[in-house]
């Protein structure tokens, strides 16, 4: 049996541990995921925002987080991510010299513009962001400092959410949110192949199963030893 076909046994030997109801509401939601888009987090310190990003971007549809911890470690506050956190895919960097730099390049070698999030003025607004030129990662800095000098001079765009007020910026988590919801829903207008294809779906279907069914690890060692037996 190959790692293709093992891992389509196993989703369906976990499946049966679930009710009918909530394999079909994975399957759903599956059908939705993407990883078109990516959000990148650097600094950011407050276990509130840290929690709120993560809730939007599952509640988005946007699989895969990138967190960079320079300066403050990434807390979550359970209160506040209600549970996200088991359904998303989340990227750490904080062992290396320059973690923003690490991640980026980590990003860029993956085929992904850099689209930094800033208030400045010649940023170009988030309505006129081109979705269509391949896949992006959206990078957002704390709401005191912004994005890092090193963050801001590898970027490849650079974006504003249109401000009507005296207040030139918002919450992080705010930003977050309102850039999600307007490249997911342009996304889904604009570009066809926005979705995760099959072996990714399989990938992350299965990964949702290891963190939801109870005693997952013990059961699929037996499964291993069951299969490998025949």
């Known amino acids: 049996m190959d790692d293709l076909d093992y891992k389509k046994k196993l989703v369906e030997f976990f499946s049966t541990m679930r009710f009918e109801r909530r394999n079909n509401l994975m399957k759903k939601v599956l059908s939705d995921r993407t990883r078109y888009i990516t959000v990148v987090l650097e600094n950011i310190y407050q276990p509130h925002n840290a929690s709120a990003v993560l809730r939007s971007c599952d509640c988005f549809g946007v699989h895969e987080v990138h967190i960079i911890e320079n300066s403050y470690a990434y807390e979550v506050n359970p209160q506040v991510a209600l549970g996200s956190v088991q359904w998303l895919n989340l990227h750490r960097y904080n062992t290396a010299e320059n973690n923003s730099a690490s991640c980026i390049n980590d990003l860029k070698q993956d085929g992904y513009r850099i689209v930094a999030a800033t208030p400045h003025a010649e940023a170009l607004p988030i309505h006129d962001f081109d979705v269509k030129k391949g896949k992006f990662a959206l990078l957002f800095g704390t709401e005191r400092e912004g994005l890092s000098t090193e963050a801001l001079s590898l970027a490849d765009d650079f974006i ?19 850039c999600l919801f307007h490249f997911t829903g342009r996304i889904r207008k604009e570009n066809t192949r926005w979705q995760l294809n099959e ?5 992350v279907h299965l990964h949702w199963l290891r963190n939801t069914v109870r005693n997952s690890t013990l059961l699929e060692h037996k499964f291993y030893s069951m299969y490998h037996k025949q």
């Not at 504003?160 to 309102?178: C, D, H």
């Not at 072996?199 to 990938?203: G, I, M, V």
């Open 160 to 178: 504003r959410i249109p401000m009507y007020g005296f207040t030139e910026s918002l919450n992080i988590s705010v930003s977050v949110s309102l």
């Open 199 to 203: 072996e990714e779906k399989l990938d």
